[in-house]
């Protein structure tokens, strides 16, 4: 395992350690999130997380829920999943009959 590899799992641990109730309390703005934030969710993780944190790198901030889907992987199930502990600043949350 590289020095990479474990940096990045070191930081997963340390956001489930200390995201607790304030993770449950209040939702993380999907562009502001880390990787390791994204990839601590259990509907996101590692792979996926990459793909967002790449994503809002080469494309810019999401504006809608709806920008996820250009994301490999990402259909309104996920949206949903994903709007359940992060947030689109200034967007109301993702609905769908999924």
Do not use: W
């Not at 990045?8 to 309390?25: R, Y």
């Not at 590692?46 to 250009?70: C, H, M, Q, S, W």
């Not at 999943?81 to 947030?87: D, R």
Request: charge should be negative; hydrophobic fraction near 45%; proline fraction near 2%.
């Amino acid at each position: 395992m590289g020095l990479k590899n474990i940096l990045f799992s070191a930081a997963i641990a340390l956001v489930l350690a200390f995201s607790g109730n304030a993770m449950a309390a209040e939702k993380l703005n999907l562009n502001m999130a880390t990787q390791a934030e994204l990839a601590a969710d259990p509907n996101i993780g590692p792979e996926l997380a990459a793909k967002i944190v790449e994503f809002r790198e080469n494309v810019g901030d999401f504006t809608k829920y709806e920008d996820l889907k250009e994301i490999e992987g990402i259909n309104d199930a996920k949206i949903k999943q994903i709007n359940e502990k992060f947030q689109i600043e200034g967007v109301a949350s993702f609905d769908c009959n999924c």
